[in-house]
């Protein structure tokens, strides 16, 4: 068994190419989820959550060699094969020609963009908070589609297709996985 990465070297690695806190707060939401999701399925936590930790890792330096960077800079450092193939799939059709075919990269897929909707959403409540979230708030925001315009629904609904969920259960499920990091990400609200 090769190198094996852990959470520390994960995040010493995320904060060394991105100084952005939004950026930061993203890793650390999608990280969440991705836990969140490996449990539900009885997977390795681990790795699920330093592949999500790191799945942006290019994108504050290098915006226009998204996925490709993060692959370059990995595989330098000696990552297994399979972490590098989870977060290069995750830009499939927008910078990546690497489909996500494991559960846990169409985990991946199908909630990197979900979880800026959800952060968005949670920012315009009086709660600031993903705590007191429903569905239906991110299904409200989700039809509006000057609403966080940057996310791709498409995205989101490609990747929900994948796992075999509705968008309302996807949504519930990544709105789950956020709470169990909401005071990391800042959205644990104003109490």
């Given at each position: 068994?090769?190198?094996?990465?852990?959470?520390?070297?994960?995040?010493?690695?995320?904060?060394?190419?991105?100084?952005d806190?939004?950026?930061?707060?993203?890793?650390?939401?999608?990280?969440?989820?991705?836990?969140?999701?490996?449990?539900?399925?009885?997977?390795?936590i681990?790795?699920?959550?330093?592949?999500?930790?790191?799945?942006?890792?290019?994108?504050?330096?290098?915006?226009?060699?998204?996925?490709?960077?993060?692959?370059?800079?990995?595989?330098?450092?000696?990552?297994?094969?399979?972490?590098?193939?989870?977060?290069?799939?995750?830009?499939?059709?927008?910078?990546?020609?690497?489909?996500?075919?494991?559960?846990?990269?169409?985990?991946?897929?199908?909630?990197d963009?979900l979880?800026?909707?959800?952060?968005?959403?949670?920012?315009?409540?009086?709660?600031?908070?993903?705590?007191?979230?429903?569905?239906?708030?991110?299904?409200?925001?989700?039809?509006?589609?000057?609403?966080?315009?940057?996310?791709?629904?498409?995205?989101?609904?490609?990747?929900?297709?994948?796992?075999?969920?509705?968008?309302?259960?996807?949504?519930?499920?990544?709105?789950?996985?956020?709470?169990?990091?909401?005071?990391?990400i800042?959205?644990?609200?104003?109490?």
């Open positions: 068994m090769g190198y094996i990465p852990n959470r520390e070297e994960a995040l010493a690695l995320l904060k060394e190419y991105n100084t806190e939004s950026l930061i707060r993203h890793g650390l939401a999608v990280e969440g989820v991705m836990r969140y999701f490996a449990a539900k399925h009885g997977e390795d681990e790795k699920w959550g330093i592949i999500g930790l790191v799945h942006d890792l290019d994108y504050q330096q290098y915006p226009d060699e998204h996925c490709t960077k993060t692959a370059e800079i990995l595989n330098k450092k000696g990552w297994p094969e399979d972490y590098v193939r989870a977060i290069v799939s995750h830009g499939w059709g927008i910078c990546s020609e690497v489909p996500p075919e494991s559960t846990m990269e169409k985990v991946l897929y199908a909630t963009e979880t800026g909707l959800i952060t968005a959403t949670a920012l315009v409540r009086p709660s600031k908070s993903v705590m007191d979230m429903a569905t239906k708030s991110v299904k409200k925001k989700w039809k509006n589609q000057s609403f966080a315009a940057g996310v791709s629904r498409e995205t989101i609904e490609k990747g929900a297709g994948m796992l075999g969920m509705e968008l309302d259960e996807l949504f519930a499920e990544t709105i789950e996985g956020m709470r169990q990091v909401a005071e990391e800042g959205l644990a609200g104003q109490d």
